[in-house]
């Protein structure tokens, strides 16, 4: 399991758009952006390494420490969580986009919880600049200078 939020000591909302490094950092990783808007929670390195034309999950894992992104699990995570606060901030229900997948809304706010050690009403109220700050604190042990 990744360090939870709650391990950053973050507690106060962030304007979204004052977190530049957020954007940095994602852009690292644009190829697997396109994978990872899908929100497919079971998504693994081995999907991924795949879809990118890897050898293995091992060449994602290299590629990645090349462009000074942190672990596979960490980046997806964090960056769906953003997408998600993204989305309930825009108006679009957690509940819509799940049932047009297939899935239960549930997984997605456990999803949260267990990433963050906070209840969603919580986590939404806190916004998606919150969450871009304290996934940069989760990330920060992993982050090569570029």
């Known amino acids: 399991m990744s360090p939870s939020c709650g391990e950053c000591g973050l507690t106060e909302p962030k304007d979204s758009k004052a977190n530049p490094d957020w954007n940095a950092v994602v852009a690292r990783g644009h190829e697997l952006l396109p994978h990872l808007d899908e929100l497919r929670l079971r998504l693994s390195e081995a999907h ?8 293995s999950p091992v060449a994602l894992r290299h590629m990645l420490v090349a462009r000074g992104l942190p672990p596979f699990y960490l980046f997806r995570d964090w960056y769906y969580l953003v997408r998600m606060l993204e989305r309930a901030e825009s108006g679009e229900p957690i509940a819509q986009w799940a049932m047009y997948r297939g899935d239960y809304a549930t997984v997605y706010y456990r999803f949260a919880a ?33």
């Open 48 to 55: 991924i390494a795949v879809a990118l034309g890897l050898s």
């Open 114 to 146: 267990r990433l963050t050690g906070k209840p969603w009403r919580t986590i939404v109220a806190r916004g998606s600049g919150w969450a871009k700050t304290c996934a940069m604190a989760v990330w920060a042990p992993h982050l090569a200078t570029l």
